[in-house]
């Protein structure tokens, strides 16, 4: 399978505790991004990479929230203290500048997160 | 502002039947392209279908065409001969700008479309 996979699908945990994510991109694709989902909604742009620089970083991504994509391939996301509000399905994205104006962001199958 | 607009929060139709997902987006921008992806209960968001702003043909993928009318500023999504697997949630989305300068998706809140037998 050569598409965007995530690791691990679901997670529950307890406030105040950290979690890590992570997302393994389309081979190549050398932008990266993360997105946020509630129950209900459209998802909502966190930040996004290309290669290992994070270039763009939405308000939603508070200080308790770092991403990395430390060799340009695959990325973390880490959560600080979880908080209730965290609750979530955090969806990772790839695409390909080679693309061109038609460049698209394919999706993983995104991690559920349960914070209890 | 609300930058993409779906109206229409569910939907159900008869299997085989054609369908359209209505979506109005706002943007300033000339430069920027259009989506829609399907997500089924699974939560996986599949790409369906893009067009571009410049675009001058209507955007088709086998059984997906996309209505394109850049004055009205809408995309609307056009399922011909729906088929149960088509059941999902539906989102319209827009990146807008160049590719090479901006690149984040603005999606709409989504349509769920439900499939009769």
């Known amino acids: 399978d050569t598409g965007v996979s995530q690791n691990p699908r679901h997670k529950i945990t307890k406030r105040g505790q950290n979690v890590t994510f992570r997302c393994d991109p389309i081979?190549?694709?050398?932008?990266l991004y993360w997105y946020r989902q509630t129950l209900g909604q459209g998802p909502e742009f966190l930040t996004y990479?290309?290669?290992?620089?994070?270039?763009?970083k939405s308000r939603l991504l508070s200080d308790r929230f770092s991403a990395e994509r430390p060799k340009g391939s695959f990325s973390t996301l880490e959560i600080q203290r979880t908080e209730q509000g965290d609750s979530a399905m955090y969806l990772c994205?790839?695409?390909?500048?080679?693309?061109?104006?038609?460049?698209?962001?394919?999706f993983g199958p995104g991690t559920r997160l349960l914070v209890l | 502002a609300q930058k993409i607009t779906q109206t229409q929060p569910g939907m159900f139709v008869q299997e085989k039947e054609a369908v359209t997902l209505d979506c109005t987006y706002d943007t300033s921008d000339q430069s920027y392209g259009l989506f829609w992806y399907k997500q089924p209960s699974s939560g996986e968001m599949i790409f369906l279908i893009y067009?571009?702003?410049?675009?001058?043909q209507n955007a088709t993928e086998g059984r997906y065409s996309l209505n394109f009318q850049k004055a009205r500023k809408s995309a609307n999504l056009v399922i011909s001969a729906s088929q149960l697997g088509d059941s999902a949630m539906y989102f319209c989305?827009?990146?807008?700008?160049?590719?090479?300068?901006?690149?984040?998706?603005?999606f709409g809140s989504g349509t769920r479309l439900s499939i009769r037998p």
């Open positions: 081979s190549e694709h050398n932008r």
């Open positions: 990479f290309q290669n290992e620089a994070q270039l763009e």
């Open positions: 994205a790839s695409s390909s500048l080679t693309e061109g104006a038609r460049e698209t962001q394919y």
């Open positions: 989305a827009m990146r807008e700008g160049r590719y090479s300068s901006a690149s984040k998706i603005i």
């Open positions: 067009q571009g702003s410049y675009d001058e």
